[in-house]
């Protein structure tokens, strides 16, 4: 009987102390749960704030005037669509795969954890799926996990434990901030599938070329599938893995009746085709040199504060979302590529052929001339990839401890350490280094020849020209631009490589609506690759082209009719001739150096670009200032000044010869007055910029003024029309009128083309001006740039894309317009030798592509190229 009772007080212990225990341990549960939760709490969870506006970086892309896109800018790929642009495709195999109780659960879905759990711990089945929800997955997305490197086993499971109770209150907060069709849109938009594609519109364009609502089912599956682990499933490394998968993914999609089983079948059937793969590159697409050019005047606009963030920030092209609209219509762009590309293939066989044998960096050049010329050569090869490495490996080292020490960016380029050798020396002071060494470092250029750095950098310099010498002037294997490949494979020494590319010749073409003053093609030059630099933007001097805009002001200003005759012989300027501010006599020639004495009206004088008559009426006007005005007018800023501080439209009479440096787009901006009833279009390559929301921030409007009264822009024209109609037709279908020009030395060919809705201009020449043809019968404009405006108007003709009109004139002209250019009679005579001469050279280009066989490649590396670099 006493044993009971003891019995039944020890239980009654054993009772206290299990429950204290359970107590215990709800208690030190708790406190755990607590401490994670305070944990979590302090960490980087992200806001409600943060949540409603999640930040993305954001591509930035360019679109043509009929809404294509064909440039982007960014640093990660992505471009935002909305639930309603989404494709169904995705969206059904998005839930069907990752989600199916998507739009039952708030954001944690319990059922599938407990049966995720329940699977794991009781079968240990691995593949049971991880129960993460699609908002879940989001929330993944929204904040970095911490590394688990270097944890042990508890320190890895109470990170796992963190991380895992955040993202279900991130999730939480996700699913009381948006709907379910933002939350699943985020997602979308957010998640990275590899091979620089954020996002599913960017994957879509990276994987298969196509807009993500143009997705097969099979494509859309496969994306799909690629959200489970984006690197396992790559199509590009693994195309078994991703067919797998997206089989699952289709599967899933007829599990849940959203497709058939017959098409499943059908589905499962088909093997990945991921032949329209390409990875984005900012570089790649139609017009690169108008995208290059348009990046600069994007970040220069942006910085003015009128187009501010709302917040005063400034906008980031390569981060904020930016939809940049263009002008440029990809299928006008299309022609004018195709018309350089071929025109400049067949001039660079002709160039070949008249350099064979030649070398152009010292071909009838005098002492100084030559060394001009091997100056520059050094500089372009110094400039090239391959020898900027190079300086790198010998110099950046010492130059990085020699600024660190002297506290400035000290400039240490090679003409600054050439010219510090030279005063070391005792050659040369800084006073005649200032080119070379800027004043204002004057004090730490003479520190560091006292320090010991000084001899060590000399050191470098000289071990750096060695090594220059010994490997630059080696064959090797490298690739080299190629007018029919793009590139091809070649063996050649560096240097040789420099004076190849740089003996291609180039060409810039610009289209203008001369109405709105729309850019609808720009071309800048051949082989972005290799020859980035833009021709439509750099200067060059403009030949005859000018010389519509002098007559313009004689017809003008002294009421010439276009009927009057002038002598074809030469006319001299003298230094006393009032207002005209020439040092000593000035008498020109024409461009064949010969004058005929005949008579010729300005029509005649025109169509022959006579440099006598220029001069003459010149003569008659008395000044250039009244022809610089009609230049500034015509959108030609008088005022302008070049780097050396020239005037680029000087006070002299050359001026009316084309000795003025001008750009390819002011030269077609200034010939839009002439198609627009005398009133001058600024050209733009922007319509307006929207931002992510698509709030206009920008609005592209063109400037206009008045250049020319109707009537005599309307006689201008008309002399324009007989350049093209009086035995040199084009065979175009448009009214058309043009201009061409040529310079000194035939180092650069001009044509600008005119109808009533487009100005062409066009310029081919060398990087160099010594790289040129050599006769007047080659280098002209009529040769060179005239057949690129010819092919480009019949590509546009012809293209049913664009629909071009060609059954429309120039404005008519005002009543008094007939008696003021009654001379038809005059138009029509010709001086027979001019006539037959110039039919003649158009012939033999004509003929040329045919009799000419590309010389083969070795030939260009002959003995002039096989220098000694010693």
């Given at each position: 009987m006493s044993e009971e009772p003891q019995n039944n007080a020890k239980k009654r212990s054993w009772l206290r102390w299990l429950n204290i225990l359970i107590w215990l341990g709800a208690l030190c549960g708790l406190l755990f749960v607590g401490y994670l939760l305070l944990s979590v709490s302090k960490g980087d969870i992200p806001?409600?704030?943060?949540?409603?506006?999640?930040?993305?970086?954001?591509?930035?892309?360019?679109?043509?005037?009929?809404?294509?896109?064909?440039?982007?800018y960014y640093i990660e790929n992505r471009e935002q669509i909305t639930f309603d642009e989404?494709?169904?495709?995705?969206?059904?195999?998005?839930?069907?795969?990752?989600?199916?109780?998507?739009?039952?659960?708030c954001g944690i879905d319990f059922r599938a954890l407990g049966r995720v759990g329940f699977k794991t711990l009781m079968f240990q089945d691995q593949s049971s799926g991880g129960g993460s929800t699609i908002t879940q997955q989001l929330a993944k997305l929204l904040f970095k996990r911490p590394s688990l490197s270097g944890m042990n086993s508890l320190e890895r499971m109470l990170a796992l434990v963190k991380i895992k109770i955040k993202e279900w209150i991130v999730a939480a907060k996700l699913e009381r901030q948006y709907a379910k069709e933002e939350i699943i849109t985020m997602y979308l938009n957010k998640f990275e599938f590899i091979n620089g594609a954020h996002g599913i519109q960017a994957a879509s364009q990276t994987y298969f070329n196509k807009n993500q609502d143009a997705l097969t089912t099979n494509e859309a599956a496969l994306l799909v599938g690629m959200l489970k682990n984006p690197s396992l499933y790559n199509p590009i490394r693994f195309p078994d893995k991703a067919q797998n998968r997206r089989n699952v993914v289709l599967t899933q999609l007829e599990k849940y009746d959203k497709i058939e089983q017959s098409l499943l079948d059908s589905l499962l059937n088909d093997s990945l085709d991921m032949s329209q793969f390409k990875r984005s590159s900012h570089d790649e697409g139609p017009a690169p040199h108008f995208r290059a050019e348009i990046t600069k005047w994007l970040n220069a606009m942006l910085e003015d504060p009128e187009y501010a963030k709302p917040d005063g920030s400034t906008y980031n092209i390569y981060t904020d979302g930016l939809k940049i609209f263009t002008t440029i219509d990809l299928d006008y762009q299309r022609q004018a590529e195709e018309a350089v590309a071929n025109h400049m293939k067949t001039l660079q066989k002709r160039y070949w052929k008249v350099?064979?044998?030649?070398?152009?960096?010292?071909?009838?050049?005098?002492?100084?001339?030559?060394?001009?010329?091997?100056?520059?050569?050094?500089?372009?090869?110094?400039?090239?990839?391959?020898?900027?490495?190079?300086?790198?490996?010998?110099?950046?080292?010492?130059?990085?401890?020699?600024?660190?020490?002297?506290?400035?960016?000290?400039?240490?380029?090679?003409n600054a350490i050439k010219a510090?050798?030279?005063?070391?020396?005792?050659?040369?002071?800084?006073?005649?280094?200032?080119?070379?060494?800027?004043?204002?470092?004057?004090?730490?250029?003479?520190?560091?020849?006292?320090?010991?750095?000084?001899?060590?950098?000399?050191?470098?310099?000289?071990?750096?020209?060695?090594?220059?010498?010994?490997?630059?002037?080696?064959?090797?294997?490298?690739?080299?631009?190629?007018?029919e490949s793009g590139e091809k494979e070649e063996e050649m020494s560096p240097i040789d490589s420099v004076r190849y590319h740089n003996q291609h010749l180039q060409c810039g073409m610009l289209a203008v609506d001369p109405n709105t003053g729309h850019i609808k093609a720009w071309v800048g030059g051949v082989g972005f690759k290799y020859f980035k630099y833009d021709h439509v933007t750099s200067r060059r001097q403009v030949g005859s082209t000018i010389k519509p805009f002098v007559y313009a002001t004689a017809i003008g200003l002294m009421g010439?009719?276009?009927?009057?005759?002038?002598?074809?012989?030469?006319?001299?300027?003298?230094?006393?001739?009032?207002?005209?501010?020439?040092?000593?006599?000035?008498?020109?020639?024409?461009?064949?150096?010969?004058?005929?004495?005949?008579?010729?009206?300005l029509y005649q004088g025109l169509l022959y670009s006579k440099n006598s008559i220029s001069v003459r009426l010149v003569k008659e006007l008395g000044n250039v200032e009244v022809i610089r005005e009609v230049l500034h007018n015509a959108g030609i800023d008088k005022n302008m000044t070049l780097p050396n501080g020239r005037l680029a439209v000087p006070r002299l009479p050359s001026i009316c010869?084309?000795?003025?440096?001008?750009?390819?787009?002011?030269?077609?901006?200034?010939?839009?007055?002439?198609?627009?009833?005398?009133?001058?279009?600024?050209?733009i390559f922007i319509s307006r910029i929207e931002d992510e929301n698509g709030k206009i921030i920008y609005t592209g409007i063109p400037e206009r003024n008045i250049a020319l009264n109707p009537l005599h822009n309307a006689v201008m024209v008309d002399m324009l029309k007989?350049?093209?109609?009086?035995?040199?037709?084009m065979g175009l279908k448009s009214v058309t009128g043009g201009k061409t020009g040529t310079t000194n030395d035939y180092a650069d060919g001009w044509f600008m083309g005119v109808t009533p809705n487009l100005v062409v201009g066009t310029w081919v020449g060398g990087d160099d001006k010594w790289i040129r043809f050599l006769t007047l019968e080659d280098?002209?404009?009529?040769?060179?740039?005239?057949?690129?405006?010819?092919?480009?108007?019949?590509?546009?003709?012809?293209?049913?894309?664009?629909?071009?009109?060609?059954?429309?004139?120039?404005?008519?002209?005002?009543?008094?317009?007939?008696?003021?250019?009654?001379?038809?009679?005059?138009?029509?005579?010709?001086?027979?030798?001019?006539?037959?001469?110039?039919?003649?050279?158009?012939?033999?280009?004509?003929?040329?592509?045919?009799?000419?066989?590309?010389?083969e490649f070795d030939e260009f590396e002959d003995e002039e190229f096989d220098e000694d670099f010693e």
């Amino acid at each position: 009987m006493s044993e009971e009772p003891q019995n039944n007080a020890k239980k009654r212990s054993w009772l206290r102390w299990l429950n204290i225990l359970i107590w215990l341990g709800a208690l030190c549960g708790l406190l755990f749960v607590g401490y994670l939760l305070l944990s979590v709490s302090k960490g980087d969870i992200p806001s409600f704030a943060e949540l409603e506006n999640p930040k993305y970086d954001l591509a930035s892309v360019l679109y043509d005037v009929k809404g294509r896109p064909f440039g982007k800018y960014y640093i990660e790929n992505r471009e935002q669509i909305t639930f309603d642009e989404l494709s169904p495709d995705v969206l059904d195999a998005l839930i069907a795969t990752e989600d199916v109780r998507f739009h039952k659960h708030c954001g944690i879905d319990f059922r599938a954890l407990g049966r995720v759990g329940f699977k794991t711990l009781m079968f240990q089945d691995q593949s049971s799926g991880g129960g993460s929800t699609i908002t879940q997955q989001l929330a993944k997305l929204l904040f970095k996990r911490p590394s688990l490197s270097g944890m042990n086993s508890l320190e890895r499971m109470l990170a796992l434990v963190k991380i895992k109770i955040k993202e279900w209150i991130v999730a939480a907060k996700l699913e009381r901030q948006y709907a379910k069709e933002e939350i699943i849109t985020m997602y979308l938009n957010k998640f990275e599938f590899i091979n620089g594609a954020h996002g599913i519109q960017a994957a879509s364009q990276t994987y298969f070329n196509k807009n993500q609502d143009a997705l097969t089912t099979n494509e859309a599956a496969l994306l799909v599938g690629m959200l489970k682990n984006p690197s396992l499933y790559n199509p590009i490394r693994f195309p078994d893995k991703a067919q797998n998968r997206r089989n699952v993914v289709l599967t899933q999609l007829e599990k849940y009746d959203k497709i058939e089983q017959s098409l499943l079948d059908s589905l499962l059937n088909d093997s990945l085709d991921m032949s329209q793969f390409k990875r984005s590159s900012h570089d790649e697409g139609p017009a690169p040199h108008f995208r290059a050019e348009i990046t600069k005047w994007l970040n220069a606009m942006l910085e003015d504060p009128e187009y501010a963030k709302p917040d005063g920030s400034t906008y980031n092209i390569y981060t904020d979302g930016l939809k940049i609209f263009t002008t440029i219509d990809l299928d006008y762009q299309r022609q004018a590529e195709e018309a350089v590309a071929n025109h400049m293939k067949t001039l660079q066989k002709r160039y070949w052929k008249v350099w064979k044998n030649k070398d152009p960096w010292t071909f009838e050049a005098e002492d100084g001339q030559k060394e001009l010329r091997q100056e520059v050569l050094e500089r372009r090869i110094k400039e090239s990839d391959r020898y900027l490495a190079l300086h790198d490996t010998y110099l950046s080292d010492i130059k990085s401890k020699i600024q660190e020490a002297v506290g400035v960016k000290l400039p240490l380029h090679e003409n600054a350490i050439k010219a510090l050798i030279e005063i070391d020396r005792g050659k040369s002071s800084f006073a005649n280094s200032e080119r070379a060494l800027k004043p204002q470092y004057r004090s730490a250029y003479k520190s560091l020849l006292d320090s010991p750095s000084w001899s060590q950098l000399v050191k470098a310099y000289i071990d750096l020209q060695n090594a220059y010498k010994s490997t630059f002037g080696k064959k090797i294997t490298m690739n080299v631009f190629d007018h029919e490949s793009g590139e091809k494979e070649e063996e050649m020494s560096p240097i040789d490589s420099v004076r190849y590319h740089n003996q291609h010749l180039q060409c810039g073409m610009l289209a203008v609506d001369p109405n709105t003053g729309h850019i609808k093609a720009w071309v800048g030059g051949v082989g972005f690759k290799y020859f980035k630099y833009d021709h439509v933007t750099s200067r060059r001097q403009v030949g005859s082209t000018i010389k519509p805009f002098v007559y313009a002001t004689a017809i003008g200003l002294m009421g010439l009719s276009p009927c009057q005759e002038y002598e074809d012989i030469q006319y001299t300027i003298a230094p006393g001739d009032v207002e005209l501010f020439v040092d000593e006599e000035w008498s020109p020639a024409n461009a064949n150096e010969e004058f005929t004495g005949n008579l010729y009206n300005l029509y005649q004088g025109l169509l022959y670009s006579k440099n006598s008559i220029s001069v003459r009426l010149v003569k008659e006007l008395g000044n250039v200032e009244v022809i610089r005005e009609v230049l500034h007018n015509a959108g030609i800023d008088k005022n302008m000044t070049l780097p050396n501080g020239r005037l680029a439209v000087p006070r002299l009479p050359s001026i009316c010869l084309g000795a003025v440096d001008l750009s390819l787009l002011e030269m077609t901006g200034a010939y839009t007055t002439f198609a627009n009833e005398g009133v001058y279009t600024q050209p733009i390559f922007i319509s307006r910029i929207e931002d992510e929301n698509g709030k206009i921030i920008y609005t592209g409007i063109p400037e206009r003024n008045i250049a020319l009264n109707p009537l005599h822009n309307a006689v201008m024209v008309d002399m324009l029309k007989n350049n093209i109609g009086s035995g040199f037709s084009m065979g175009l279908k448009s009214v058309t009128g043009g201009k061409t020009g040529t310079t000194n030395d035939y180092a650069d060919g001009w044509f600008m083309g005119v109808t009533p809705n487009l100005v062409v201009g066009t310029w081919v020449g060398g990087d160099d001006k010594w790289i040129r043809f050599l006769t007047l019968e080659d280098g002209q404009g009529f040769v060179m740039a005239r057949p690129v405006f010819m092919n480009f108007m019949k590509g546009v003709e012809k293209d049913t894309s664009i629909q071009f009109v060609t059954d429309v004139d120039f404005a008519e002209p005002p009543p008094e317009f007939r008696d003021f250019v009654d001379c038809d009679k005059y138009k029509q005579v010709r001086p027979d030798e001019e006539f037959t001469q110039t039919l003649e050279e158009q012939s033999q280009f004509d003929e040329f592509d045919e009799e000419f066989e590309e010389e083969e490649f070795d030939e260009f590396e002959d003995e002039e190229f096989d220098e000694d670099f010693e």
